[in-house]
């Protein structure tokens, strides 16, 4: 299981009351070292009784296996978090299942709002981007490290075709 929460210090407190229970708990968010954080991933890749207590930090792109239960803390903010932690389970068949665990009334309200919302298919909009700097680094140091390096015509050539480029100048 991953068991969501919205800060580093929870994740701690959480991690400390559910270890000893016959589950192998790791903690993962941002001050956690590069080392611990990979052993987590990749006990938790072989299977058997492991819970990893995270951050968002596991919302998105690492791939930690076949997942049983998500568990959140209160609720998520967005319906976009909601669907992207809820669809990491039920990848084995099952069906995706995630508990919430609120300590107040207005985090029961905003779970249940949020399940509704993502009933009727509702997720927030992402306006679209024409100057994304990250992506046009990262994209410019791949491919620097794919050829060896790059010229700027040929750069140029590349990247003006991308959607979220086209408020970039060549200049």
Known sequence: SLFFCDSRAL??????????????VFVHHSSVSL???????????????ASIVCTSTLELGIDVGDLDLVFQTNAPSTVSSFLQRMGRTGRRGGGANTTFFCDDPESVLQAIALIELAREGWVESVPPQTRCWPALV????AMTLQFGGISRDNAWDQLSRVPDLSGVSRE
């Open 11 to 24: 994740t701690e407190i959480i991690a400390d009351k559910i270890r000893d229970r016959g589950t192998d």
């Open 138 to 141: 990262h994209q410019l140091l």
């Open 35 to 49: 080392e611990e954080r990979e052993l987590a991933e990749e006990r938790f890749q072989r299977g058997g009784d």
